[in-house]
T-cell receptor
């Protein structure tokens, strides 16, 4: 099956700085890569996703990049704000049904 | 509004008891999933269903079972609860058989004493 590794496990940034979280995957057939944000005590919520036919996708301050050759994808958050503090999970799938999740990155934005 | 709900939100039980966690969605989604979330492990798939009468084992299915008698519900049963099953359980759903975003329920926090 697929193996997804996520780094770093914790990340602290100053408000206004950028944050980058990286994930690698093992199955070259994986073709859909969502990112979820989970605030303390809440459910994971999709913030952005990318399919394997594109290399980058942006949504306001959030962007995701995908390198299929190297089998890694990254989440970029610019101009971070305190409300960006949360745990972020990456995932990969090649079937649309079984998502394989990374172990999460706890992001703290320091005001 | 369409949504996905879970009940109970918190549950304390004893080792050896049977426990059932409910998941209900009103989106008419075909696919439903159960995950457990533990520190250091992220979200791990327990069971999933592609439709009525269909169930499949996930990565960590031992000690759990599911049944799908209608589109809206996928209850998760712990046959004989063990302390290792103390966790937060999330149900999720997605629309079809192609690659679709999964939407998560609010979670059930289960403590097995």
């Amino acid at each position: 099956g697929e193996n997804v590794e996520q780094h770093p496990s914790t990340l602290s940034v100053q408000e206004g700085d950028s944050a980058v979280i990286k994930c690698t995957y093992s199955d070259s057939a994986s073709n859909y890569f969502p990112w979820y944000k989970q605030e303390l005590g809440k459910r994971p919520q999709l913030i952005i996703d990318i399919r394997s036919n594109v290399g980058e996708k942006k949504d306001q301050r959030i962007a995701v990049t995908l390198n299929k050759t190297a089998k890694h994808f990254s989440l970029h958050i610019t101009e971070t704000q305190p409300e960006d503090s949360a745990v972020y999970f990456c995932a990969a799938t090649n079937t649309g049904n079984q998502f394989y999740f990374g172990t999460g990155t706890s992001l703290t934005v320091i005001p | 509004d369409a949504e996905i709900t879970q009940s109970p939100r918190h549950k304390i039980t004893e080792t050896g008891r049977q426990v059932t966690l409910a998941c209900h969605q009103t989106w008419n989604h075909n696919n439903m999933f159960w995950y457990r979330q533990d520190l250091g492990h992220g979200l791990r798939l327990i069971h999933y269903s592609y439709g009525v009468q269909d169930t499949n084992k996930g990565e960590v299915s031992d000690g759990y079972s599911v049944s799908r008698s209608n589109t809206e519900d996928l209850p998760l049963t712990l046959e004989s609860a063990a302390s290792s099953q103390t966790s937060v359980y999330f149900c999720a759903s997605s629309a079809g058989t192609s690659i679709e975003t999964q939407y998560f329920g609010p979670g059930t926090r289960l403590l097995v004493l």
